[in-house]
């Protein structure tokens, strides 16, 4: 799913020459995507706006002292050709790509990122808590003695007994805290564990050229229509994998019915992309001083917090209004080791990792 989300900036007919650089353009429409999260219409009233386009609308309203007003479109392609020909001005959801470079100046920071990742059934995903080293040694020696013979099996537990309150009080701090869990099986470590397994990706996903280039010569990844048909593929049992993007999980995954366990993200990120605030090269609007002002208060938001404020509201309310629920409360299959340990009741988060899922070091990535 290509997320482009614009919000266009039309010059009015006068201009005036002001001390305040944005005041050049007085008056400014937007017009916007109706795509959550980052921008919708509420339910009950079809004429309020939600979403962190809206809020960063709003903010650079007070802030700038320039009337931005916001026109909507359900067609992304529209509301594209008006600021990539200048009749608007700028574009919010701005990627870093070839084309878009050559057409947008790119504002920082970014306003919001979308990361893809491997998605699979919890029952395909085996994972056990890294444990307490004292806890894991008794797990791993009672696993190593299966054939002990049945009187020693049958002795009295009398050792046991004394040991387990020195094992307890040992790593009471480390039973305590909450286990990390990592994933044993599948093992994806890098691209080339996908080649023996069926993927499922909707169709306009933005994963960057180095996997799509990788997936078109080595892998068997299959595109479907939307998000909603790859989860319904993976519930089936007709696809090992999907290739998606984290909010768009949430928003599908709460429009049917599963019929087994909710799926969970698995390994590294495969791709992270920015969506930023952009000037449209063709506006007459694009000056230095409007870049510059936009820039310094993206900035300035970013350093006191406000835009983060701005993304936890508008995804907050996003997931109160459509009734959507993380993937972390989903508890995937223990391993055998984890069935025989006694740890804390704990959710467990999906697993973490800075580094992108990236091609095996060496291999030739044919086109």
Known sequence: MRWLFSASLLLVPFCVQAAEPVKQCRMLMGA???QAPLLWQDAA????LHGLVREVRDALKSDLQVDIKLHTDTAESVAMVEAATGRSDLLFGVRRDREQLGQFDIIEPELLRLSYRIWMLPQQVLVEPELPPEVADDIHVAQDEPT???EVADAPSAEPTVEEPQV?????????AEPVYKQVKPKIKDWRDLRDLKGVIPKGSTVGDEFDRFAKSKLTLKEVDSTLHALKLLDAGEADYAVLEYNSVLLADSQFAAAQAKPLPVGPV???EGLYLGVSHNSACNSSDLRAALAQKLYDWQQNGTLQGLRKDARALWQLQFGLA????????PSPAAKTAVVPAAVVAEPVDAKPLSPVAGELIED
């Open 326 to 333: 993380e993937p972390a409360s989903v508890n995937p299959a």
């Open 148 to 150: 002990a013979p049945a």
């Open 168 to 176: 307890a009080e040992a790593s009471a701090e480390a039973v305590n």
């Open 32 to 34: 916007a995507a109706l």
């Open 270 to 272: 495969i791709h992270r």
């Open 45 to 48: 009233k079809p004429k309020r």
